[in-house]
């Protein structure tokens, strides 16, 4: 039969498809995976909205960006970012020694279809917000291969999108480009305001063949010289960068001799970030498909260089693969209670109502990308430490539930070139989504919520092994914190009491771990007594993967021939725990082939308990057994 163009088809559902959640996240990148997670685990019906066919963003198949976060490629120890970012980091690990984006597409999906009270929506588009003077009622989206529209509600919503799209529709305050120094004061902000920002980039994947591969250059990519590539390098090199210049690493140079600068290393299979447009066009988001297709002819011209204008060590590579997807670093920043600036960066200002950190450094990238040839690509701002982010920031200042997470987070041009980074978007979406679930909980706004129960959520993302620079485990149901604890044996500096000192990692002043003495033929054994008699639910470890190491997937050869393979060798591997009651063992549990940080152990239900022991038989791969804390409800 014909079906004329104006005619409805007959399976569309009419009226569209309503859902109601407690929470919203619409993106599906690091921050949004994370904080719809977080949400749903706290208890909160949530939903993720997710416009493309995988999760991840900038650090799925589609664009194969890797994390960065606070570590700035092994720069500053014990830094890496933990929670649901570490567990999705350490599974890849079990799962993907030859570094598969399919694989690591896999983790990523798979943590969140089995996720309780998550629904997952993918490609779904967010078309439109529907407002109610200051509240978000509804959002409309549409799920282009079912054809499927749907109305959905929330209580609360978080915006992840890394455009602000959320927002933009539901009229939040927003900002876009540079602001002047007179705004906030930032020394290192312009004299006027403009328009600039970071462009996108799009990255390539070449491998070696083992013999020479010709390349010919597309008619419609660009022709590049030498002199274009003056300040960008494309050849096997590492660098450091800082806010005056690129400095190639001189031979017998370490990477410790820089650890304050952003380094990094360069071969001709992979990259380059640097290939990068859009900074300085008319409109970042509205011209995204003439800067992507501006960025395929930059990208082609560059490989024709690499291969065929001079010796760039390429002779026997081949291009494999080029990214259908370009990656953003920047568009509009959602306007929040707090708007952090350039002084909480650099100065790592402490904020008391911290829900999130950084270390990335001040890393500001010239607005012309690639065409800016007298310029070095990025200026970089470093400093040591970390930065705080307080949880105004993950606020929209107008919009009373809405939330927000990623790269459009409230925060400066300048301040947003440190916060932007994934590892960074990560650990800040699990902030939000905690929040959002218990503020949902409590039928509050974010807003009223972060006024009333602020210390109550930073306890919460330090029992799920969120970090808080500064900030203790002081958990009031936690009953490991005044039990008494003896070790089978322990080295100097790591004595047993280390499990309940309240700081779950190594800081650069102090180790917070118990190790042992070695491993004994009957194992290590590690006996929480408690003050007193009580029903015990809950035993939760926090181990050790080694926070300075990196373990992020990556196109680059350079950067995963620096990574170990497998499972991190300090992590427990095989161990039981023993809850006892004047000596008789009321429950026991069996662990094998564990290869994740934080090991969460529930009872079927709780017990009367006095005591609980724990005995290692193995790890995988280290001499002694590492824990950082035990906690018990």
């Known amino acids: 039969m014909r079906r004329y163009i104006n005619e409805i088809p007959s399976h569309l559902p009419q009226p569209p498809i309503e859902k109601a959640y407690d929470v919203i996240v619409a993106g599906g990148g690091m921050s949004g995976l994370c904080a719809a997670i977080a949400s749903a685990r706290q208890g909160a019906s949530t939903a993720l909205v997710q416009d493309r066919s995988v999760f991840g963003g900038n650090a799925s198949s589609e664009t194969r960006m890797h994390i960065s976060g606070a570590s700035c490629h092994w720069g500053k120890k014990n830094a890496a970012e933990t929670g649901i970012l570490m567990e999705l980091q350490l599974e890849n690990k079990y799962l993907n020694d030859s570094y598969n984006y399919s694989i690591w597409d896999g983790v990523l999906w798979s943590l969140a279809l089995n996720t309780p009270n998550l629904d997952c929506y993918l490609n779904t588009t967010l078309f439109r917000a529907h407002s109610d003077g200051e509240t978000i009622a509804s959002i409309a989206c549409y799920q282009m291969n079912t054809e499927r529209h749907f109305i959905m509600r929330a209580k609360i919503y978080i915006d992840c999108t890394g455009n602000g799209t959320l927002g933009y529709f539901a009229g939040a305050e927003y900002a876009i480009g540079r602001e002047a120094k007179s705004d906030y004061g930032e020394p290192d902000a312009p004299d006027e305001r403009d328009g600039e920002t970071m462009g996108n980039t799009i990255y390539f994947v070449a491998q070696d063949c083992g013999h020479p591969v010709r390349f010919v250059k597309p008619t419609w990519a660009h022709s590049f010289d030498e002199s274009d590539f003056k300040h960008r390098y494309h050849g096997d090199v590492v660098v450091y960068h800082n806010a005056d210049d690129v400095v190639v690493l001189k031979p017998g140079e370490d990477y410790a001799d820089h650890a304050d600068e952003l380094v990094e290393k360069y071969d001709v299979q992979s990259g380059y970030w640097w290939i990068e447009l859009g900074g300085d066009w008319d409109d970042i988001i509205g011209q995204a498909e003439d800067i992507r297709y501006e960025l395929y002819r930059c990208v082609y011209g560059v490989w024709d260089h690499i291969k065929n204008g001079g010796d760039h060590g390429a002779d026997n590579y081949e291009l494999v693969w080029v990214g259908n997807v370009a ?51 990025s200026r970089v701002r470093s400093f040591k430490g970390y930065f705080t982010i307080p949880y105004g920031c993950y606020c929209s200042k107008n919009i009373r539930n809405l939330m927000m997470a990623g790269r459009n987070i409230s925060a400066s041009k300048l301040a947003m070139g440190a916060t932007r980074v994934m590892g960074t978007c990560a650990v800040g979406g699990e902030a939000a989504g905690i929040a959002a679930a218990m503020a949902a909980r409590r039928q509050l706004t974010p807003r009223e919520f972060g006024q009333k129960h602020l210390p109550e959520l930073q306890q919460e993302l330090l029992k799920q092994d969120c970090y808080l620079v500064g900030t203790r485990n002081t958990d009031p149901a936690d009953l490991a914190r005044s039990a008494s604890v003896t070790a089978s044996s322990e080295q100097p500096g790591f004595v047993a009491a280390k499990v309940i000192n309240g700081v779950a990692r ?6 917070n771990l118990w190790r ?84 969460v152990l529930d009872l079927p239900e709780a017990v009367t308990a006095d005591e609980v022991q724990i005995r290692i038989t193995a790890t995988n791969g280290a001499p002694d057994a590492h824990i950082f804390e035990v906690r018990i409800y």
């Open 327 to 377: 990656g953003t670093r920047e568009s509009r920043r959602l306007t929040g209670d707090y708007i952090l600036t350039e002084h909480d960066i650099l100065a790592g200002k402490p904020h008391a109502d911290e829900v999130a950190y950084g270390g990335w450094p001040m890393d500001e990238h010239v607005a012309g990308g690639f065409r800016a040839k007298g310029d070095i690509p």
């Open 506 to 511: 190594n800081t650069e002043s102090a180790n």
């Open 516 to 599: 042992s003495a070695g491993i004994g033929p009957a194992g290590e054994t590690l006996t929480l007594k408690l003050a007193r008699t009580a029903a015990v639910s809950s035993v939760r470890l926090t181990l050790d993967p080694n926070l300075s190491e990196e373990r992020c997937i990556s196109v680059s050869k350079a950067f995963i021939d620096k990574e170990p393979r497998g499972v991190a060798p300090d992590l427990l591997k095989d161990y039981e725990i023993n809850i006892l009651h004047e000596g008789t063992v009321r429950w026991h549990k069996q662990v094998r082939d564990n290869h994740q940080r934080l090991n």
